[in-house]
């Protein structure tokens, strides 16, 4: 009832303009409105950046850089964390963002097997699901937004390592040390 409830209040919030930009979504490149355009045209100049330098161009240089990959996008952004980060701070600068993410998600599933043996095995378990679906959203904006030098991006990726520590004291606490 309370998802329905939701799903109304919802479809009845949503701004006119975002169902008029939901319609213009297409998959021919040729009916991409300018926005959609600017966003490919941003992620090409970044690919270019990085195979052209693979050890980045260095950190907020993009907007300078992406005039000499395409002039109509001077002083524009990449609308993408992955590639940002690619471009800016290079190959591995994108492996170390990739290794946080997927640390993050390994810890996640460990400690779902940890807190089988805990009695409120099922607050945490509603933690860890919290969390998972944050950075399943997170990871889906991080696509179309740029979050490369947000702070909370960083934040979001630590918190597994929060609940790592609860549940290692809560184990400590069962078990009497």
Known sequence: ??????????????????????E??????SEIDTSGQGRLFAWQAALSMTSEHPFGIGEGNFKTYIGKYNPDMTGRDTHNTLLKCLAELGIQGALVLLLLIGNAFYILLSLKKQVRILPNKNDFLWHIYGLKIALIIYLVSGMFLTQTYIEESYWL?????????????????IQGI
């Open 1 to 22: 009832l309370v998802m329905i409830i939701a799903l109304v209040g919802t479809f009845t919030l949503i701004d006119p303009g975002f169902w008029s930009r939901i």
């Open 24 to 29: 213009n979504i297409t998959f021919d490149i």
């Open 157 to 173: 990726l630590m918190y597994p390592v929060f609940l790592k520590r609860a549940v290692e004291n809560e184990i400590d606490t």
